[in-house]
């Protein structure tokens, strides 16, 4: 199960939670789980990860609260069907934000624009096809 193996830096300036939700996303954006599969329980997460278990009901909360799971207490968090959402205003500025922040650091670092178009091009291609 390996695909599914999620890994979090706890000396990164990232908070765990947020660490694990960005995994669990990507799990969930490219399929790795299915429509009404349970995720792992939120103390054995938490055991695996070495993280508090609050910290992971955290991240739980957050990918519900995105529409990714629902949460009942006593059965654990249960992955939902989610059809492709159309993108808010919001969510194109917030993105087109973040993607200058890392542009900007990329050409600081040294990186040029075919490399960073290259980067851009080979992470979207990776990313779970659209439903036609």
Do not use: C
């Amino acid at each position: 199960m390996a695909p599914r193996t999620l890994r979090i830096d706890l000396s990164l300036p990232e908070p765990a939670y947020e660490q694990i939700v960005r995994s669990l996303r990507s799990l969930l954006v490219n399929g790795e789980f299915e429509a009404g599969e349970q995720l792992p329980p939120v103390r054995q997460l938490a055991t695996d990860l070495g993280v508090n278990h609050n910290t992971v009901a955290e991240a739980y909360r957050m990918l519900a609260r995105e529409g990714w799971l629902e949460l009942r207490q006593g059965r654990g968090a249960t992955v939902l069907p989610r059809s492709k959402p159309r993108p808010s205003r919001g969510s194109k500025d917030d993105f087109a934000r973040r993607l200058r922040e890392l542009v900007v650091k990329a050409v600081a670092d040294g990186l040029g624009r075919s490399a960073i178009a290259d980067a851009l091009t080979a992470e979207a291609a990776s990313v779970r096809k659209e439903p036609s």
